[in-house]
């Protein structure tokens, strides 16, 4: 009877650290993102999956859109990948993600920093960083795809991987 009771016990004790982790890692993902920042991520979403497919779209409308018109449909398409993918199930994605890397001791020591004056300023700065990492990114596919440099990199990549292109003249 003794050893039931402690077993009961130690599955009990266990089963409460595991959501006391579950709580610590929530908590964490709650603070590297807050819901104004996922909000923001799936307006960019929203943008961007607007933006690829405005040219499918204006193929079939007898006249241009105009700026409201693409802002509604960014807009259609933010609230379309809230429905497909609502915030939540992106912060149990991020619940798991720390569960599975990090320690209940760290995820602690993480949540004491980001409430910190410091690790406030860093959170408030996420979305300038991410912002200016997007231009940069931009930036790069600009002028990886110039002329010049498209004409070389295929040349580059014809030497590089040759069979993928057969031998010339064929």
């Known amino acids: 009877m003794r050893k039931g009771i402690l077993l009961i016990l130690i599955v009990f004790i266990g089963s409460m650290r595991l959501y006391a982790q579950e709580d610590t890692a929530r908590e964490l993902a709650m603070l590297l993102s807050s819901g104004e920042d996922m909000d923001g991520v799936y307006k960019q979403a929203g943008n961007a999956f607007a933006n690829r497919l405005e040219p499918n ?48 001791a760290e995820m602690q020591e993480m949540i004491v920093f980001y409430t910190s004056p410091v690790g406030i300023k860093l959170i408030e700065l996420a979305p300038t960083f991410r912002a200016e990492k997007q231009k940069a990114a931009e930036e790069l596919g600009r002028a990886a795809t110039q002329k010049g440099n498209l004409e070389k990199i295929e040349t580059e990549l014809k030497n590089a991987f040759p069979e993928w292109f057969g031998r010339p003249g064929t």
């Open 57 to 104: 779209v204006k193929s079939r409308i007898l006249r241009e859109l105009t700026k409201e018109e693409k802002e509604r449909f960014a807009h259609f398409w933010y609230t379309k990948m809230l429905e497909i993918m609502p915030i939540v199930s992106v912060e149990d994605a991020m619940v798991k993600i720390l569960n599975e890397n990090l320690t209940n």
